[in-house]
């Protein structure tokens, strides 16, 4: 029988978000994100057209990842930055103590601030941000707590930055695509992680971007990327000083 990928698997529970999981799965998990993320979330491509124009301009780019994991996206636009002799202060913050404590005790030097809280706790402190991002994090939010994300967002940007989320777009060619690709890798590189469970199970869990774009509010864009990636937008002006 074939797999049912006509509708979001929101009931399902990735392994990483069980409380109770092994925290040394966990940390395997966060570490390996990186080599992975490089081929699904294609971070470069995110830098060279919204990062690195807005540093060029000559301050310090506020940037905030929201829902970090690992941190490892973080880190990687902080590489990208001092290769080119740009500033920015980065900020990887995340619900989950334990992946700020993994991504803190791995910072290699880059200089991250590591926040563990809401995206309503910083807007509560009245902190704001040039850009706010986020990867693979808007399948695990319900409704509520996707417009509180997308609300909280354009407010930590005074309305007038750029807001950039990103997550996986549900389909067989994309299910299928994972579950081949990482094969070869399930008995060494991804061994003894949650990435290849976690990544079947999310793609069950995304959304189309017919579906994103139905429960997005007014003013938001959906863009599809490849491969299999969707973005939420939000662009306040043109987000440069």
């Known amino acids: ?7 979001r698997a929101v ?6 978000d069980d409380p109770d999981a092994d925290e040394e799965a966990l940390g395997r998990t966060y570490r390996r994100f990186s080599a992975v993320n490089a081929v699904v979330s294609r971070p470069g491509r995110l830098y060279r057209r919204d990062i690195r124009p807005r540093a060029a301009a000559g301050r310090v780019l506020r940037i905030l990842d929201i829902g970090a994991g690992g941190g490892d996206l973080c880190r990687d636009l902080v590489r990208r930055l001092r290769r080119d002799g740009l500033r920015a202060d980065v900020t990887a913050l995340d619900a989950d103590e334990r992946a700020i404590r993994w991504a803190s005790a791995h910072d290699d030097g880059a200089g991250i601030r590591y926040r563990h809280a809401f995206s309503g706790d910083l807007v509560a ?6 850009v706010v991002l986020s990867n693979h994090v808007l399948h695990h939010l319900d409704a509520a707590a996707l417009h509180a994300v997308l609300d909280d967002s354009r407010v930590l940007v005074r309305d007038r930055g750029l807001v950039s989320h990103h997550d996986i777009a549900r389909s067989r060619l994309a ?7 990482t094969r070869p890798f399930a008995g060494n590189l991804l061994a003894g992680s949650f990435i290849r469970v976690d990544g079947l199970l999310s793609i069950r869990r995304s959304y189309t971007p017919r579906e994103l774009a139905a429960v997005a509010p007014p003013g938001w864009e959906v863009r599809s990327h490849l491969p299999a990636r969707l973005e939420l937008r939000w662009e306040g002006g043109d987000g440069r000083p």
């Open 1 to 7: 029988m074939s797999l049912d990928l006509s509708a």
């Open 125 to 130: 402190a009245g902190d704001t941000y040039d």
């Open 175 to 181: 299910y299928g695509a994972f579950a081949v690709g």
């Open 11 to 16: 009931d399902l529970v990735e392994l990483m």
